[in-house]
Structures are given as C-alpha cells and as structure tokens.
C-alpha cells in the first residue's frame, strides 16, 4: 500500500526527495522497496519510543519523593 501511495504522490511531485509515514506502514517489504527512492524516508516501527517520548518519561527530580509533594499552610483559626 504504502509504495503504490509513493508512486502516485512521485507521477505528481516528480521532484519529491522525502517521505514520512505513520507507524502502521512499518514492514520489511515496503523499507526495502521505498529506501532506495529518497533521501529522507521516515517509516517508524510500531512499539517504538521516540527520543522526545523517553525523554519527557524521564524524571526531573533528584528521585527524592518528598521534593514533589505541595506544602500546604496551616488552616487559619479566624
């Protein structure tokens, strides 16, 4: 599916260097046969994380579970 997409987009836009596609167009076959077409093809696997995904996972604290709680004041005796 994914290669008959690229040789229609390529019969339009002759001059068409890159590709992108979602990860459910991840298969062996289709990197093979597009690889060779572009200097960019983007063709993520399904499952994998992305460098900003691990990224925004990672803690920001220095693991200290007391660091991220709120301080809360004392209730006013008004």
Same mark, same amino acid.
């Given at each position: 599916? /994914? @290669? /008959?997409? @690229?040789?229609?987009?390529?019969?339009?836009?002759?001059?068409?260097?890159?590709?992108?596609?979602?990860?459910?167009?991840?298969?062996?076959?289709?990197?093979?046969?597009?690889?060779?077409?572009? $200097?960019?093809? @983007?063709?993520?696997?399904?499952?994998?994380? $992305?460098?900003?995904?691990?990224?925004?996972?990672?803690?920001?604290?220095?693991?200290?579970?007391?660091?991220? $709680?709120?301080?809360?004041?004392?209730?006013?005796?008004?």
């Amino acid at each position: 599916m /994914a @290669v /008959a997409m @690229v040789d229609a987009a390529q019969s339009k836009f002759p001059n068409l260097k890159g590709c992108s596609f979602d990860k459910g167009f991840y298969s062996p076959e289709n990197k093979k046969a597009l690889k060779d077409n572009f $200097t960019l093809l @983007v063709l993520p696997k399904k499952g994998s994380e $992305t460098k900003l995904n691990l990224k925004k996972k990672q803690p920001r604290s220095s693991g200290d579970p007391r660091e991220n $709680t709120r301080q809360l004041s004392p209730p006013s005796t008004d």
